[in-house]
């Protein structure tokens, strides 16, 4: 249970929204953004309470549980990286969704909790939670693959991206910035090993290798 309750603080499940410290926002907010997502997209979703589906473990991050919300950092960081050259800045999001996988985790925790609290927490701290920041730029067709499935399927990692079966985030982007269209898909570590908000880097680095692309 004590891992279960850090792991919902982590991945924004928690009352309040996590606060990001983002400087001037008020300058960004020239730039168009048009929110053409399916609206489930910022929606917590959990796809199974039960241990022994496929979908144990996996969730959809709600967007209020960041404050500002993803899209209004990334109307923000689009500012700063986009050329002043531009007369505008105008972006389409099509897609902006964020998967977190506990799956490991929380089975580990299920496990020792046959033998009670310190079962459970000797066999959640025996699993190594490194994983590296990692992200992947699709055409259309390779994106839309993951969005033909069932939504669950979206939060699954392969072994090459998380070999240590870590707790991470999976978040895909799909926008237009200016008119040119660009998807990505990253993966990020869910436990920090440092003072940063997990979710907050997840959210900035990817953001950030998206904009890259221009």
Request: a negative charge.
């Amino acid at each position: 249970m004590v891992w279960l309750m850090l792991a919902l603080a982590l991945v924004g499940c928690s009352a309040s929204p996590m606060k990001m410290d983002v400087h001037n926002l008020h300058e960004s907010e020239s730039v168009i953004i048009h929110d053409s997502r399916p609206a489930s997209e910022s929606e917590l979703e959990t796809f199974s309470y039960l241990v022994t589906s496929d979908a144990y473990g996996i969730c959809r991050v709600n967007h209020d549980a960041t404050d500002p919300s993803p899209l209004r950092l990334f109307q923000h960081m689009a500012f700063d990286a986009i050329s002043p050259d531009e007369d505008a800045v105008e972006i389409k999001v099509h897609h902006f969704v964020i998967y977190s996988n506990m799956r490991k985790a929380l089975k580990a925790q299920a496990a020792g909790s046959v033998f009670g609290l310190i079962g459970a927490a000797v066999a959640t701290s025996m699993m190594n939670h490194e994983a590296d920041f990692s992200f992947t730029v699709m055409d259309q067709n390779e994106f839309e693959e993951y969005f033909s499935g069932e939504e669950y399927l979206r939060g699954v990692y392969s072994e090459e991206e998380n070999p240590n079966d870590a707790s991470i985030f999976i978040i895909y982007i799909d926008a237009e910035v200016n008119g040119v269209r660009r998807f990505i898909r990253s993966v990020y570590p869910l436990v920090a090993t440092d003072e940063s908000q997990p979710l907050e880097m997840a959210l900035k680095d990817t953001i950030k290798a998206f904009l890259a692309l221009y």
